[in-house]
C-alpha cells in the first residue's frame, strides 16, 4: 500500500525489494493497482539540518528499515508515496531487487568530481563495488580496475564488463596499478572494502589532488594517513546510502543495459526459507553476492 502523507510518522516496513501494489491512496499520483515498483528504505526526520539541505540520506535521526527499523518479511507494509519509484514493465523482477544496491554505486560515483577521462580504482569487488565500478564506466572514466582477493567476485567484476581486475593474492597493489595505468597512474579511487589495508594504498598511490571516496563499513574504525592527504592535497568524501535521484539513475541504467545487474544474483531461496537465506550468506559470503528471497 502506498500513502500520500507527508505528516504520517507511522511506517510498516519496506526493504529492498520489487513491489506489486495491492492498493494506494486516493492521493497518491505515482502508482496504481497492480504497478511494480520498488522504494527507499531510509526514515528521516525532515528537520534535521542534513534534511533541510536536502542531504536527508545523512539524516542525524537516520533509521533504515530492515536494520534500524523493521523490514518487510510480511505480507502487506505500507510506504509514503515520496520514496516510491515506479519500475518500467520491461525491468523483471530480479532486476527490480537490485535497484537498491545500483543505487549506491551511482551516489557513490557522484560524490567524486567528474570522471570523464580519468582512471579509476575500486578496492572491494562485491557487490557494492562491482556497482560502483560500473556507474564509474557509465559516468565516463578512462578505464577502472576493481580488486579484491576473491576470484569468484573477480571473475563476476569481468562478467560485468569491468575493464581490468586485481587479485591482490596474487600480485601487489603497485604492481598492479603500474600494470594497468602505466605512467597515468589512477585519479579517483573508490574504498568499498571496508578493510584498513584497502584504504592505505588508496590514499599512498593515487595521483596527487585526487579523490578518494570511503563507501565501505569498517568493523574498526581506521586509521588515515594525514602525510598523504595534506602533502598530496588529496580530496577525502564520505559516500552514505543514496537519494531519489540515485534510484530514478539506477532504474534507468539497469533498464537501459548500460549497468548489468543479473550477473550479481548468484542464489535464490523460497520465502520460507528465510532464515536459510541468511545462514548460507554467512557461510559463503566469498562465493556469493547477492541472494534473492523469492516471495
Not at 528504505?41 to 534535521?48: D, H, T
Not at 580488486?147 to 601487489?172: H, Q, Y
Not at 592505505?200 to 588515515?224: C, F, M, Q
Request: glycine share 10%.
Amino acid at each position: 500500500m502506498c500513502l500520500n502523507n507527508k505528516f504520517n510518522e507511522e511506517y510498516i516496513a519496506i526493504e529492498n525489494l520489487k513491489l506489486l501494489w495491492e492498493a494506494v491512496g486516493s492521493a497518491v499520483t505515482k502508482a496504481k493497482v497492480g504497478m511494480q515498483a520498488t522504494a527507499r528504505p531510509q526514515l528521516v526526520c525532515g528537520k534535521c539540518g542534513p534534511c533541510l539541505r536536502g542531504q536527508y540520506n545523512a539524516c542525524q535521526n537516520l533509521k533504515v528499515q530492515g536494520f534500524q527499523a523493521p523490514g518487510v518479511a510480511q505480507d502487506y507494509f505500507v510506504v509514503e508515496e515520496d520514496r516510491l519509484v515506479v519500475i518500467p514493465d520491461t525491468m523483471s523482477l530480479d532486476q527490480g531487487a537490485m535497484v537498491e544496491p545500483a543505487s549506491v554505486g551511482a551516489h557513490a560515483t557522484g560524490r567524486a568530481n567528474d570522471l570523464t577521462g580519468k582512471n579509476v580504482v575500486v578496492s572491494g569487488a562485491g557487490t557494492i563495488g562491482n556497482m560502483i565500478a560500473q556507474f564509474a564506466k557509465a559516468r565516463g572514466a578512462k578505464k577502472v580496475l576493481i580488486t579484491d582477493l576473491s576470484e569468484f567476485r573477480l571473475a563476476k567484476a569481468k562478467e560485468c564488463g569491468i575493464d581490468e581486475v586485481l587479485n591482490l593474492r596474487e600480485t601487489s597493489f603497485t604492481e598492479g596499478i603500474k600494470k594497468c595505468f602505466g605512467e597515468e597512474g589512477f585519479q579517483t579511487g573508490f574504498e568499498s572494502a571496508g578493510v584498513q589495508a584497502s584504504l592505505d594504498v588508496l590514499i599512498e598511490n593515487i595521483e596527487k589532488g585526487g579523490d578518494v571516496v570511503i563507501v565501505g563499513v569498517y568493523s574498526k574504525n581506521p586509521v588515515v594517513n594525514m602525510y598523504y592527504v595534506g602533502e598530496h592535497e588529496l580530496n577525502l568524501f564520505g559516500s552514505m546510502m543514496y537519494r531519489h535521484e540515485d534510484y530514478l539513475l539506477a532504474v534507468d541504467m539497469i533498464s537501459s543495459g548500460k549497468v548489468k545487474a543479473m550477473p550479481l544474483l548468484t542464489d535464490r531461496f523460497p520465502f520460507e526459507k528465510y532464515l536459510e537465506a541468511y545462514q548460507y550468506i554467512e557461510k559463503q559470503g566469498d562465493k556469493t553476492l547477492k541472494v534473492i528471497i523469492d516471495l
